[in-house]
């Protein structure tokens, strides 16, 4: 039961993540994974000790019973397959959110370097500009939409042409 609640649960974020991040995920996988494997890691380990420790357990039921470490006293493996996969799938919706915002912000900054030239100053760009830079790779006509409703102080958001892509 557990992780077909998981699996329906983090559906639409993994969706929308791999829909904004997918341009990101090739170029910049060293950030989604070292924002996501040591924090997962940890919550999972975290997770074996308070069992271990009696801080906390899971009722049986609502678990497959797939067990990873040997059993305690008890005869409860330690780390459950679907506990450590709530919280690596959990972990993964946050930091893969926040890694594709990192990811864009550096590209966005390469792309706004490369469009000054050798132009003087020009107005800053705000994250409204980044958030439509991050939609714009993902779904660029309800980006447009979305400038028309809100309009940014520039264009510089649109994506460089070939770099829809990645």
Do not use: M
């Not at 915002?101 to 132009?119: C, K, N, S, T, V």
């Amino acid at each position: 039961r557990c992780l077909g609640l998981v699996a329906s649960f983090f559906a639409p974020v993994f969706a929308l993540i791999l829909n904004l991040g997918s341009r990101y995920l090739l170029s910049h996988w060293r950030l989604f994974v070292a924002g996501w494997l040591p924090p997962g890691a940890w919550t999972v380990a975290i997770d074996c000790v308070g069992q271990q420790q009696r801080v906390w357990r899971f009722p049986q039921t609502f678990l497959t019973g797939v067990a990873t470490l040997p059993p305690d006293s008890s005869g409860v493996g330690l780390l459950k397959l679907d506990i450590a996969a709530v919280y690596l799938v959990s972990t993964f919706a946050v930091t893969g959110t926040g890694a594709i915002i990192l990811a864009a912000a550096q590209e966005f900054a390469a792309q706004r370097q490369r469009q000054r030239g050798g132009e003087g100053e020009q107005e800053p760009e705000t994250l409204w500009h980044l958030g439509l830079f991050i939609l714009h790779g993902a779904a660029p006509a309800l980006a447009e939409r979305a400038a028309a409703v809100v309009p940014p102080s520039s264009s510089a958001w649109r994506l460089a042409p070939g770099q829809a892509d990645g």
